[in-house]
């Protein structure tokens, strides 16, 4: 693929007051692409975004845009806009106004400014809305004003840091889905913030996976999630069994006391790695067919599949399987080869344990909290 | 608000505003024997007043609109620096209105008098001395002076409140520094300005005693035509004539305040 880089982070690295909050990252942003940075709170996503933006210069390292450093170019010179994540809508200027914003400062004309209003509000489902106060708009308007505001001016880059936080779950989806439209039609590149790794993963070409100032994986959605390239990626992005195992030799892995064949290799012989199994990967079988052997803790009706928890060599797995087990039963699992992904070991291996203290009310209550903030 | 809740802002209303109000019109429409009369009104109407109220409305509006041009500026600064050090500079602003005003107005004179600190200084390094004493100039600085803390205090407090998110946004879309002062920073604290300008002009155009030190009696306001019915000619009855048009004069100038900010911050009397 020949595509064209049009944002170039190179070894950007930022601090505050002494703590490091970006930790030289290095980023291509290419034309077109819709781009999603995904990461926990404090990760760094949106002081990536406000160095893109102009907002944050960075402490060393260079911002490019279509091959210029623009370190010090202010935020008003940059072919970049940004979708605030409150919206961040004037208050004292009614929807036209504020969508208009952009153009008036251009000195553009009457004529011109109503037609591309109004081809704006058309975009964003808000036609007849030109008159109203902003200040009364709902959650789902106020944010479709902040994006037809931020696209009018056909910016080359369009920002948006977590737009769809403040929304409710349906307006959410909507909203997604029309984001990706508005995206696919105007061809501008997007490069979206978020903490929820479903919205990354469904609305992207590309997903950045950030933690600790770091990046730790750049890919395709399916990529990621297929071939996370540590342990903090795996255990973000959707649900994972996380081994600690050995590479025997080349597609050849040990873990839980057993050898398995695998599709990895270039590992050193017998070098330490961490394993990956996805609950959905793993058959369940009569004890005697499986390659391993475990007694059944708990099982949770999903709707689609039963979430099954089982000890197997003191690890709980977590196992995703459309037929009924009973706890207390022994069970034997069977894990095809193209089912194990294997993972250098990382600063992030031992972070991770089974499923042991898995609550899934405790993870609704997290949840909450995180969108709360 | 509960009616019991607002049992006492109606006392203290009664008490502190209709009470005195009720005797200003009082002695207005009446005579020195208590007798109905539009005379003290109708008296009023002679060029010599005339001028009086000319006057103390230019004078005011100078001093508010030259408060005006002091104050944004500091204000916008002061509302940039760092929380710590807007307290600091919030409370310098303060600090004159410590000292008693006709203290403040006395240290006025000592220092603009012809042979005053500040002519000497002149003096000293050959540019003076300027006659600044008894000028309508020096009525104004001491208005702008007695005034300014109020004018700088609302529309601190107002741009203090602007989200910095709405000035990014501002950057974000193109504006330079300049457009986004004239296109978000001073629509947004333009509620801020109503208040100033009336907490500048009210008091402003009702002032006496300023005019009399640094004015040298040559400029007569309406505070102090007031200040002479009641307190040398004890004619009680023109001195509140007097004040009820002042009071309409206000009002008026309140209503247009009010007009100009859009019903959507109305001004705070
Ligand atoms: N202007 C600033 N001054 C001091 N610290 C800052 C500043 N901006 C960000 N930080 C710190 O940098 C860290 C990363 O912040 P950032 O806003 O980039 O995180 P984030 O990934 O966007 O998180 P969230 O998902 O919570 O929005 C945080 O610890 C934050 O407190
Ligand atoms: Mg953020």
Known sequence: MNRKKIIELKNVAKSFDGEVVLDHINLDVYEKEFITLLGPSGCGKTTTLRIIAGFVTPDTGDVMFDGVKINDVPPYKRHVNTVFQKYALFPHLNVYENIAFALRLKKTSEEEIYKRVEEMLAMVNLAGFEKKDVNLLSGGQQQRVAIARALINNPRVLLLDEPLGALDLKLRKDMQNELKNIQRKTGITFIYVTHDQEEALSMSDTVVVMADGKIQQIGSPTDIYNEPENAFVADFIGESNILDGVMLDDYKARFSGHDFECLDKGFAKNEAVDVVVRPEDVDVVDPEKGMLKGVVDSVTFKGVHYEIIVTIDNFKWMIQSTDYVKPGQKIGIYIEPDAIHIMKKSEYSDMFGDYSSFSDELEHLSDATEEEE | ?269
């Not at chain 2, 006492?8 to 002695?27: C, D, K, N, R, T």
């Not at chain 2, 024997?33 to 003290?40: A, C």
């Not at chain 2, 009023?44 to 508010?64: G, H, N």
């Not at chain 2, 998110?165 to 109503?194: M, R, W």
Request: hydrophobic share 50%; aromatic share 14%; glycine share 6%.
């Open chain 2, 1 to 269: 608000m509960h009616r019991l809740a607002a049992a006492p802002h109606i006392v203290w209303s009664v008490l502190f505003i209709i009470a005195p109000l009720m005797f200003v019109i009082y002695y207005t429409f009446t005579d020195a024997n208590g007798k109905f009369t539009f005379s003290n009104i109708a008296s009023l109407a002679q060029a010599s007043y005339f001028e009086i109220f000319m006057r103390s409305i230019c004078f005011a509006l100078i001093a508010t609109a030259v408060c005006l041009v002091i104050a944004y500026p500091i204000a916008y600064f002061i509302s940039k620096a760092k929380p710590k050090t807007q307290k600091i500079l919030m409370m310098l602003v303060m600090l004159p209105m410590w000292t008693n005003f006709l203290i403040r107005t006395y240290s006025w004179m000592a220092l603009l008098e012809d042979t005053g600190i500040i002519n000497t200084f002149l003096g000293k390094i050959g540019l003076g001395p300027i006659h600044m004493i008894n000028t309508a100039g020096a009525v104004i600085l001491g208005m702008v002076y007695n005034y300014l803390p109020y004018m700088i205090l609302p529309i601190y407090s107002v741009m203090s409140k602007i989200d910095v998110k709405l000035i990014e946004a501002a950057y974000d879309l193109g504006s330079n520094p300049f457009q986004v002062l004239t296109g978000v920073i001073f629509p947004l604290s333009l509620s801020g300005v109503i208040s100033g300008v009336t907490m500048v002009f009210v008091p402003s155009i009702s002032t006496f005693y300023i005019s009399q030190k640094l004015g040298g009696g040559n400029f007569d306001l309406i505070g102090d035509t007031i200040e002479r019915q009641f307190q040398t000619a004890y004619n009680y009855n023109l001195g509140a004539a007097i004040s009820f048009v002042l009071m309409i004069l206000i009002m008026i100038s309140m209503g247009i305040m009010n007009k100009y900010s859009d019903g959507e911050t109305e001004v705070v009397v």
